[in-house]
């Protein structure tokens, strides 16, 4: 069993940045990939970014690449996003997930990740 929390939400002007931490509970974080999903008002949750349970690969939407970051400690439990030059369009709830090292499935799959945060809101003014 994991659990997640999500952190560093806030409501910001267009342009801004802002980082999102996750941190997880348990002793195993280093034995899942970690990722990032959204959803705005109405409509369906969509993949931001992931990294693989070392760090060593990540993953990002075409919409954030290029703008946010996403980096993992396992020393410290922790997976951070990044996102820089925000937009009105980033406004969304951001979650935090995680997904067995083992799962073959695409990173961008929802149906990849057994463990969810509550969520942090983001909302980006223009």
């Known amino acids: 069993q994991v659990q997640l929390v999500e952190s560093g939400g806030g409501l910001v002007q267009a342009g801004d940045s802002l980082r999102l931490s996750c941190a997880a509970s348990?002793?195993?974080?280093?034995?899942?990939?970690m990722g990032w999903f959204r959803q705005a008002p109405g409509k369906e949750r969509e993949f931001v970014s992931a990294v693989n349970w070392s760090g060593g690969l990540t993953y990002y939407a075409d919409s954030v690449k290029d703008r946010f970051t996403i980096s993992r400690d396992n020393a410290k439990n922790t997976v951070n996003l990044l996102m820089n030059k925000l937009k009105p369009e980033d406004t969304a709830v951001y979650y935090c997930a995680a997904a067995s090292k083992y799962d073959s499935r695409s990173y961008y799959e929802s149906g990849k990740y057994i463990y969810w945060g509550q969520g942090t809101q983001v909302t980006v003014s223009s």
């Open positions: 348990g002793r195993t974080f280093s034995s899942y990939a």
